[in-house]
């Protein structure tokens, strides 16, 4: 027996509402793999000038990128569920924009097993905060987590960020 039109126009438009989704999700989905696809092609120093407020993996990250362009503040913990890791980051992310403003890099490692080249370079024993400056020297390191108004103040007390920010004044003027 074959199904009436206004059988099949029924199935049609109980159909339809479960359809849009699905091609709405299938859309959304390709969408974001394509945007994935973008971000993968983007070198790391690429991705950091596009959103500067990311934190980065320590595996993708080659610190000698950066020298120049930013400060790289390194977090290292011997696990993500580190108490003092978790810390760090949520005092991170409370003040991007302070951040942002004096060119920060935020880099975390929580797998000592995988040894990153950033690990082997600054050879962290557990929870570690290191800022780098932009002439990629160590500039500070410390085994517990800190404020950012404490990151900034050290950040604005080298000449470089002096010389920063002299320079931006005499721009406003």
């Known amino acids: ?3 009436s039109l206004p059988a099949i126009l029924g199935l049609a438009l109980l159909a339809a509402p479960v359809a849009a989704p699905l091609r709405a999700q299938q ?8 945007s994935d696809a973008v971000a993968e092609e983007m070198s790391p ?3 950091w ?3 500067p407020d990311t934190v980065f993996d320590a ?5 000698d990128d950066f020298i120049w362009r930013a400060r790289p503040i390194v977090v290292f913990a011997d696990s993500p569920f ?18 942002v403003e004096r060119d920060v890099l935020i880099v975390a490692d929580t797998d000592p097993a995988a040894m990153s080249g950033v690990r082997q370079r600054l050879r962290p024993r557990g929870f570690m905060l290191a800022l780098l400056g932009k002439d990629g020297e160590v500039d500070l390191r410390k085994p517990l987590p800190w404020d950012v108004r ?3 103040r050290s950040i604005d007390k080298t000449p470089l960020r002096q010389q920063e920010v002299e320079e931006r004044r005499r721009q406003g003027d």
Do not use: G, K, N
Request: proline share 7%; hydrophobic share 40%; net charge negative.
């Open 59 to 63: 595996a993708e990250i080659d610190l």
């Open 82 to 99: 580190d108490p003092s890791f978790q810390r760090q980051m949520e005092l991170l992310a409370d003040r991007p924009e302070d951040l």
């Open 45 to 47: 120093l690429d991705r």
């Open 150 to 152: 404490e990151i900034t």
């Open 49 to 51: 000038l596009a959103a």
């Open 1 to 3: 027996m074959r199904p």
């Open 27 to 34: 859309t959304a989905s390709s969408d974001l793999q394509a």
